[in-house]
Structures are given as C-alpha cells and as structure tokens.
C-alpha cells in the first residue's frame, strides 16, 4: 500500500483530536455488531475505523459520523477499549472547524424541541 | 431529614416539570430535602468526546466548583444526561493532571478545583444510601398487576467506569418496580439508544427506533415504560405520537419518568403533570393500580 503526505494527515489528525491510537483496532466488527443505527449508515462504524487506518479521506463524506448518536454501546463493547465514539467526533470535528456546520438553524424555526435535543445537537453537529 | 444538594438541569425546569415535581414529592415522602444547587448552568448535555478542546468542559465544571462553593461534597442529578456529563467531567478533572492545570489557569476567577465533589444520581441515593425497603415502607398503592419496561437508555450505565449499574445487564429500575409492588417486565432494548441528539436533524431515524423500542415493551407485556431521560422521554413519548399519525395501527406504550411511578405508588399521582405527555398515562396506570385511590 502506497500512502501519501496527505494520507497521513488525516490519520494523524484523526489520532490527535480523539485522543485514540486508531491502529489499535484490529477489525474484529463488533462495534458494528452492536451498533443500534448501522441500517441508516453508508459504511460500517468498523469501515470507517479502517479507511482511517488507510488515510482514506473519503471517510469525511460518510454520513456515519453524522449518523452515530454517542451512545457508546460499541466503546462498551471494545474488547481493545478503543473510544469508537471519540473517533466519530474526531471525524465531525475535521468538518465542524471548517466551518462545515451539518445542521442549519434557519430550518429548525418551525419545529417543536425541548432544550435538551437542542443543545445536544448543536452541540455536536455545529462548529 | 437528611438533605441533599440538587442539580436539576434545565429540562426539569421546561418539558420535564413532572420529573421535577414527582422527585421533589417523593423525596419529602422519603424524608430527603432536594436543596437545589443556588447558582447552576447548562451541563452541555453531552459530554466533548475531543481531546483538546476544554472550552466544553466548563459548562459543567463550573457547576462543580459552585457545589463546592457552597459547601456540598455531594451533588445529585436526576437527569441521566446531566448526571453523565457532570461525571465525566468531574473524572477529566481528577485524571489529567495537565488538563486540569489549563482548566484552573483559565478560570481564574474560581479557587482552583481538584475534583473534590462527588455526583450521584438520584437511584444511587434510593439503591445504595436509603435500601429498596424504606421505598417499600411508603407503598400506599402498590402497582400490583402493573407491568413496568425499565428502559435504561445510554447514559446511566455508559462507560463502564461512569455507569451506576452494568452496562449489559443493569437492575437498579427492576430492584425500584419491584420495591413498588409492580413487574418488571424483560425487554430486549433496555439498553438500547432512542436516537439521542438526531431527532432534531434526523426524525425518521429516531422514529423508526421509537417504533422498535416501544413495540418490544408491548411485545414483553408491559402497559409502561419508565425512564431516567428527558431526551429519551421526548423520543419515545412524542415520536410515538408523530408515529401514529403514519402507523395508526402502532399500540401505544406511555412512557413516564421513574419518580413519576414513584408518586403514584407512594399516592400522589396528582404531582405527575401528566398532561404534558404526547401519550397519557393514566388509563394504564389507573387499570392496572390502585392509584385512583387517594390517601
């Protein structure tokens, strides 16, 4: 496998904002297994732990970052204790401080929430 | 009366005054005074899952150096998001020397914090501090033939070091119905996440996990769901409702905050709000209890 500068940096970034050694993960899927939302994903959470192993920046237009909800049944799950969730953060968190916001406050005007889906949300899916 | 220092958090204060007002009348049955925390702030709701970034921790740090401010070496949470978050923070702050450090030097309006306070849920007072036996001495209406789904959700159990109970197999909710005299009925997705955050960007994913969550309580037999979450509560409640309106053949389970199962056994099902519910509880719990008797 050919791996260039940039390929690189993404891994590189990915293990700093998160904190994890992502090259920990030896893709056993259980993560994935135990995943509650895997059927609205584009890839498997374990996928993407491996196009981040790769450098694979395609990795940033998954909607499974966008889609993991942080309730850490695969972070319970791990049996290398890898912090899955924190990695799904990480990968938001590249888009989020570009400015990339995944949720636009205009269209949420209309809609009835309590303060506790608000503030979660944009917690986590604005920069 | 012993008395403890209370977080309630912001949704106790909006969408979930029942949750409020059943715990504050419960607790008095209980002899515990809820001495709410004299300044407090949004916890954040979730916890910042990134490594560098401390601005997110303190929101509820800050809230920790206030409880000690004011003398508490306790503080209690009833929220399961805000008792996860202040936990977790709390953890950062006692673990990561360096973060820590940061932390302080930016505050610097507060006294250093070192991690002094300690955060409990509400059930960890009723499991490890009052025993399952002073709640079944208030008993007025035990819940008889009523079947309760304890749905823990994520937060009161994940990670394994914050959870108060086992993150695969918890039991504190079983061990509380049955201190009621109710059944806790075995649910498949107990532990399972109702979607959280999504439902603001996302309703059809949180929809569709309503409908599995719900349709697996009522596939168990239970006539309740009981929580610790105003999140959960708004998924499972709410989007039942808007579930009904595309699935009208979807039966319906309510769902209703632990305290609240707590109130009507103890005979005060008049403190519950529950007209604030999407799908009302009262013809399941009144069938099932003799909840309609008053004291």
């Given amino acids: 496998m050919d791996l260039t500068n940039s390929d690189r940096e993404l891994t590189a970034e990915v293990e700093e904002l998160s904190g994890e050694n992502i090259f920990s993960c030896y893709q056993c899927g259980k993560c994935s297994a135990g995943c509650p939302f895997t059927d609205e994903m584009d890839l498997l959470p374990n996928q993407v732990l491996r196009k981040v192993q790769m450098g694979d920046e395609s990795v940033l237009d998954s909607n499974t970052p966008w889609t993991c909800a942080s309730c850490l049944s695969c972070e319970v799950d791990c049996p290398k204790g890898n912090n899955v969730p924190a990695i799904m953060e990480a990968i938001r968190e590249i888009s989020l401080r570009k400015n990339l916001d995944r949720v636009d406050l205009n269209e949420l005007k209309t809609k009835e929430l309590p303060e506790i889906a608000l503030v979660s949300n944009l917690r986590k899916k604005t920069g | ?295």
Wanted: charged share 30%; aromatic share 8%; proline share 5%.
């Fill in chain 2, 1 to 295: 009366m012993r008395e403890i220092t209370y977080y309630p958090g912001c949704s106790l204060k909006d969408t979930a005054k029942g949750f409020e007002d059943s715990a504050l009348k419960v607790s008095k049955e209980l002899d515990v005074n809820l001495k709410e925390l004299s300044r407090w702030n949004c916890c954040g709701t979730v916890y910042s899952l990134t490594d560098d970034n401390l601005m997110k921790q303190l929101g509820p740090i800050r809230n920790l150096i206030r409880a000690r401010d004011e003398g508490s070496d306790e503080l209690y949470t009833l929220c399961s998001m805000c008792d996860n978050t202040l936990k977790r923070a709390n953890s950062l702050i006692r673990g990561e020397e360096d973060k820590r450090d940061k932390i302080n030097n930016f505050m610097d309006q507060e006294r250093d914090y070192e991690g002094s306070v300690e955060v409990h849920h509400y059930l960890e007072l009723l499991r490890d501090i009052l025993g399952w036996d002073e709640v079944r001495d208030r008993v007025v209406a035990p819940l008889e033939s009523l079947n309760v789904a304890p749905y823990y959700g994520c937060m009161l159990t994940r990670p394994k070091e914050i959870g108060l109970d086992d993150p695969h197999e918890p039991t504190v909710f079983d061990e509380l119905v049955e201190s009621l005299g109710g059944t806790p009925v075995d649910f498949p997705y107990e532990t399972e996440c109702c979607g959280s955050y999504n439902t603001v960007d996302n309703e059809e994913m949180v929809l569709n996990k309503a409908q599995t969550i719900t349709a697996g309580a009522k596939k168990s037999g239970a006539d309740v769901i009981i929580t610790a979450c105003p999140l959960c509560h708004f998924n499972l409640d709410r989007r039942q409702a808007d579930l009904l309106e595309v699935a009208p053949n979807h039966k319906p389970v309510p769902v209703i905050y632990f305290t609240q199962l707590m109130a009507v056994a103890f005979g005060y099902p008049e403190v519950n709000n529950f007209d604030e519910h999407a799908i009302d509880p009262r013809e399941a719990l009144e069938l099932k209890t003799k909840a309609g008797s008053k004291r």
